[in-house]
C-alpha cells in the first residue's frame, strides 16, 4: 500500500514562550464532549477494547464535559458547558443577508448576538449522530440521526438547500485563503453530515444559503491560551489540555494510530503515560484560523506547535491531515474516522466547461473530514465525493492529555 508522505520534514514555526489572545480565565474555553458512546473497529460497533488491545483508546473509553443545555423558554438555549446562549430556531439565509439581520437582531430581549465563529458552532457538533449522506441524497435514511441535540435545538435535514445534507451551519470564520479556484470562502458546520467545511460565499448560481443561529455570551469561548513548557509539551490554560509539542512524523492508518499512543504511553512519553489521542473536539480547539498555508505559508497551527512539512499529491508543499479518536458514524457502519486538515483541504474538481480534473483547495485548511481507517490510497485515485476529498488513510497524530 502506498504512503503518501516520504519526504517528511519536522519544522518549528515560531520561537516564542506564550501565547494568548487575550487572557482568558482558565476554562473559559471548555470542550464539550462529543458525545460518542459506542466503540468500533475498521467496520462496525464492538465492545470496548482493554488497554492493550487493538482499537483500545477511541473517542468513547474518555468522558470530558458531557453536553448539558438548559431550554430558557424564550426561544433561547443556555449551553450549560461554554456559556453561551443560543437562538433555538434557525433561518436560511446568506452571508450579507446573516450580516444585516444580526445588526438589529433582538430576541429574549437581548441585542448583542452575533454569528458565532467556527469554534462556537463546532461546539454544538455532537458525535452519537449517524452521516445521512448516502446515493440518495433526496431522501433522509431510516439510520441518519442529526448531529445536534434535537431535544433542545430546531434541525431541519436540506433547510438551505437541495440535498438532504444542505443543513451548513454558517460561522463568521473567513477563510483566510481561497477555495475551489478564487472564491472567498466561509466556514460551517454540518450538522446532517458531521463535517466542517469552507463554502463559497457566491457562486455562479448566486449567493449560496446557510443555516444561521445566532449566539451570544462568552466572549472568550475559541481563545486559547498556550504556554510552552519547555519539555516538548504545550499546555492551553483555557482547555486545560496539554498537547505534545511535536507530531508522529509519519502517516499511519486509524488503528496504527491508536495503538503509537499505546506505545508511548509504555515509554513515559514526556513523563507522561496518560496521553490519548484527541476527539475530534478537542484537535479542533488548537486549529488557528489566522493561518493558511496560501496566505502566509504556514499549517493553520500557533507557531508554537512543531509540524511535518508533506509533499501533497501534486507534490507541492503542504502539511498534514490528522486523526481523531472519533468514529463518523455513517449508513456503512463505522469504517470512516474524523481528521482535522491543518493543511489544505484538497480535492480533484472536475471543470465543467474543459472536462479535466484538477487538484485544488475545496475546502480550506481548518476543514474537519473522514477518511476511511485502513485501505490503499491508491483506489482513491480521484478522491471521493462531489469535490473529490482527497483521500489519503496515512494521516498523522499528535497527542493530548488532560492538566
Not at 146 to 161: K, L, S, W
Not at 184 to 212: C, E, M, Q, W
Not at 213 to 222: I, L, Q
Not at 320 to 336: C, E, I, K, N, V
Request: glycine share 8%; with cysteine.
Amino acid at each position: 500500500m502506498k504512503k503518501l508522505f516520504i519526504l517528511p520534514l519536522v519544522i518549528s514555526l515560531g520561537m516564542v514562550n506564550t501565547y494568548a489572545q487575550t487572557t482568558p480565565s482558565a476554562g473559559q474555553y471548555k470542550i464539550v464532549d462529543t458525545d460518542q458512546q459506542k466503540c468500533y473497529d475498521n467496520q462496525r460497533e464492538v465492545t470496548p477494547p482493554e488497554p492493550g488491545k487493538a482499537f483500545y483508546g477511541q473517542d468513547a473509553q474518555f468522558n470530558g464535559n458531557q453536553p448539558s443545555y438548559t431550554d430558557n423558554g424564550d426561544g433561547t438555549i443556555t449551553d450549560n458547558v461554554t456559556g453561551l446562549m443560543w437562538q433555538k430556531g434557525f433561518e436560511a439565509m446568506t452571508y450579507e443577508q446573516a450580516l444585516t439581520k444580526v445588526k438589529s437582531f433582538n430576541l429574549a430581549n437581548h441585542t448583542d448576538w452575533r454569528i458565532p465563529s467556527i469554534k462556537e458552532a463546532y461546539s454544538l457538533m455532537l458525535y452519537s449522530g449517524v452521516d445521512a449522506s448516502s446515493r440518495q441524497m433526496n431522501q433522509v435514511p431510516p439510520s441518519a440521526k442529526p448531529f445536534v441535540n434535537t431535544d433542545y435545538f430546531d434541525f431541519e435535514y436540506g433547510a438551505n438547500g437541495d440535498r438532504i445534507i444542505d443543513t451548513q451551519m454558517m460561522s463568521s470564520t473567513i477563510y483566510k485563503g481561497k477555495t475551489m479556484g478564487n472564491n472567498t470562502t466561509v466556514f460551517g458546520v454540518n450538522l446532517a453530515d458531521g463535517r466542517i467545511k469552507g463554502y463559497p460565499v457566491s457562486t455562479p448560481r448566486g449567493d449560496k444559503k446557510h443555516t444561521v443561529r445566532f449566539v451570544r455570551g462568552n466572549s472568550h469561548y475559541g481563545i486559547n491560551n498556550f504556554e510552552d513548557n519547555g519539555d516538548g509539551t504545550i499546555s492551553d490554560l483555557s482547555t486545560q489540555l496539554m498537547w505534545q509539542q511535536t507530531d508522529s512524523k509519519k502517516g499511519m492508518n486509524w488503528e496504527e494510530a491508536l495503538a503509537w499512543v499505546s506505545e508511548r504511553n509504555k515509554e513515559n512519553y514526556l513523563g507522561y503515560n496518560d496521553w490519548r489521542l484527541p476527539n475530534a473536539k478537542e484537535l479542533h480547539s488548537i486549529l488557528d484560523y489566522s493561518n493558511a498555508p496560501q496566505y502566509n505559508h504556514q499549517a493553520a497551527i500557533h507557531p508554537l506547535f512543531k509540524i511535518t512539512k508533506i509533499k501533497d499529491e501534486a507534490q507541492n508543499d503542504n502539511y498534514p491531515f490528522f486523526w481523531s479518536s472519533t468514529t463518523l458514524a455513517g449508513q456503512r457502519g463505522g469504517q470512516q474516522a474524523i481528521y482535522i486538515c491543518f493543511g489544505e483541504a484538497l480535492g480533484f474538481m472536475k471543470n465543467r466547461r474543459s472536462n479535466t480534473t484538477e487538484l485544488m483547495d475545496v475546502h480550506g485548511a481548518g476543514a474537519q473530514r473522514s477518511d476511511p481507517k485502513v485501505g490503499d490510497p491508491d483506489d482513491y485515485p480521484q478522491g471521493h465525493g462531489p469535490q473529490g476529498d482527497v483521500i489519503r488513510i496515512y494521516n498523522y497524530v499528535r497527542m493530548v492529555r488532560n492538566l
